[in-house]
Nanobody, 119 residues
């Protein structure tokens, strides 16, 4: 079973930046879509951003375009999330997800990496 492994979380100051990384635990065919979700304390998990194989980027909310950037290395199924101008409300566990083919659901998940933003 393919697993995704996230890294890069931790404690950060408001106004700073963080870069999260996610890679597949083993060699796999290129995933069609990879992306990021987050679950803030006492809230439901929400979709942040995803990128498909054509480079099309989809955001959970338009406002996320301002501070969240996604990039991928297709050759090794790695995806990155850059968060700029961090805010305390960005505090959450960030999960990486992957959809292996067109039309498939988000099938593979990471364990999550915790981001805590202090004011």
């Amino acid at each position: 079973q393919v697993q995704l492994v996230e890294s890069g979380g931790g404690l950060a100051q408001a106004g700073g930046s963080l870069r999260l990384s996610c890679a597949a635990s083993e060699r796999t065919p290129d995933f069609f879509r990879m992306g990021w979700f987050r679950r803030a304390p006492r809230k439901e998990r929400e979709f942040v951003v995803g990128m498909d194989r054509s480079g099309t980027i989809t955001y959970g909310y338009n406002s996320m375009k301002e501070r969240f950037s996604i990039s991928r290395v297709f050759a090794n199924n790695t995806v990155y999330l850059q968060i700029d101008s961090l805010k305390p409300e960005d505090t959450a566990v960030y999960y990486c997800g992957a959809a292996p083919s067109v039309g498939s659901p988000w099938r593979y998940w990471g364990q999550g990496t915790k981001v805590t933003v202090s004011s």
